[in-house]
């Protein structure tokens, strides 16, 4: 079993679990300090990918876990998110189309097209039954407040 440290945590699939999430995202970008645009859009991106894998990835009752990692690599950041859901891999789903008018506009369904918007690289690979999507944010002086 995964233990959480600094640089992990490991959520079970219940939406409860969600502020850990957030929590854990703010503490860590304070930590190293990273610029307020940048942890928001990691903080948005994480909670986006949690609550989809939470609401979409497990056909069945009974708890799973859901792994997080949080890395600084030279100018970016990287958040991997792993799952034992069933395989998954949000690069090859299509776009929500735009509504014809304003009564067939949906409010939900838009979670993966904004952590494709807010984050600056998507990495997916499946391994050992597990899900493995790995988002990079670029800081480059240039994208900063």
């Known amino acids: 079993m995964a233990r959480d440290t600094p640089n992990s945590l490991v959520v ?5 679990e969600l502020a850990r999430v957030a929590a854990w995202v703010h503490a860590w970008t304070q930590r190293h300090h990273v610029p307020a645009r940048t942890a928001e ?14 609401t979409h990835a497990y056909t069945g009752r009974g708890t799973h876990q859901i792994s997080l990692r949080l890395d600084s690599q030279h100018d970016q950041l990287v958040l991997e998110i792993q799952d034992d859901g069933g395989p998954f891999d949000p690069r090859k789903a299509d776009e929500p ?5 304003l009564e067939d506009a949906k409010t939900s369904g838009w979670g993966i097209q904004i952590f494709r918007h807010f984050s600056d690289e998507l990495r997916y690979h ?5 899900n493995q999507l790995t988002l ?5 002086p240039l994208l900063q407040p």
Do not use: H, K, Y
Request: hydrophobic share 40%.
């Open 126 to 130: 499946r391994a050992d039954g597990r």
């Open 97 to 101: 189309q735009p509504p014809a008018c």
């Open 41 to 54: 859009r990691i903080d948005l991106c994480s909670i986006e990918v949690v609550t989809n894998i939470m």
């Open 136 to 140: 990079i944010f670029q800081l480059s």
């Open 12 to 16: 079970s699939n219940d939406l409860s």
